[in-house]
């Protein structure tokens, strides 16, 4: 079963600009996540936000979480070429801790052109 | 310092073929999984293990086992290759707690399985 949607499927942006990926999810959650994967590549962690959280930053990363709207965007300041890659949303269900069982997302496909 | 090391990186199946699929970590991890990644379904929990000796199903079990003796190793094994089983293969690892809130799950580089 599918937890996290992100939208949109795809984007094309140009270097410099501002990326703006959402996330929508079902049920209640610990934490969220954000994962990038590079084409043939395995994931990697971008950042994580707890429930309690409302906002997070990581260098040019801006991650926001809304579990009134059950949602989370995940924000790409001054994009680069190097930002090209699919993005994933992923969360965790457990209540009071986590619960080992990462559910994903369909993935943004973000294409930065130089 | 290597993270998550998946091998075979490619693999060809016969139906009803068994294999094994290794996944090794070095950063002393408690938590290790297997997903697959299947085109248009992101990706789905196979199994899951939170320590040596402990292992739990995931979303999509149903063809695969697992094993945990060690804290390093955690393989995967198919049991009866079916067509429906061809996919990419990813090894996670992460820390429990506090480390898993901070760093989040270390991803291996996949093993690409088709099966034929």
């Known amino acids: 079963s599918q937890q996290g949607e992100e939208d949109p499927q795809a984007l094309s942006i140009q270097e410099g600009e501002n990326a703006t990926m959402n996330c929508s999810y079902k049920t209640s959650i610990n934490n969220l996540q954000w994962y990038r994967q590079n084409s043939g590549r395995g994931l990697v962690h971008l950042i994580l936000i707890r429930s309690n959280e409302r906002e997070k930053h990581s260098g040019r990363l801006r991650v926001t979480l809304d579990t009134s709207k059950k949602s989370s965007s995940l924000l790409i300041t001054a994009s680069r070429a190097a930002d090209t890659a699919s993005y994933f949303c992923?969360?965790?269900?457990?209540?009071?801790?986590?619960?080992?069982?990462?559910?994903f997302g369909k993935g943004t496909l973000l294409t930065v052109n130089p | 310092n290597a993270g998550v090391t998946q091998t075979p990186k490619f693999q060809v199946l016969k139906t009803g073929q068994s294999m094994t699929l290794q996944c090794a970590q070095d950063m002393n991890h408690e938590y290790m999984s297997w997903y697959r990644q299947d085109p248009g379904m992101g990706l789905r929990l196979i199994h899951y293990?939170?320590?040596?000796?402990?292992?739990d199903q995931g979303e999509v079990p149903n063809g695969y086992n697992v094993s945990r003796s060690t804290t390093e190793d955690f393989p995967l094994r198919l049991l009866s290759a079916a067509p429906s089983q061809t996919s990419v293969y990813f090894c996670?690892?992460?820390?429990?707690?506090?480390?898993?809130?901070?760093?989040?799950?270390?991803f291996g580089s996949g093993t690409r399985l088709t099966v034929v």
């Open positions: 996670a690892s992460g820390g429990l707690g506090i480390r898993l809130s901070s760093y989040g799950y270390t």
């Open positions: 992923a969360t965790d269900a457990g209540s009071g801790g986590s619960n080992y069982k990462l559910t």
């Open positions: 293990s939170v320590g040596a000796g402990i292992t």
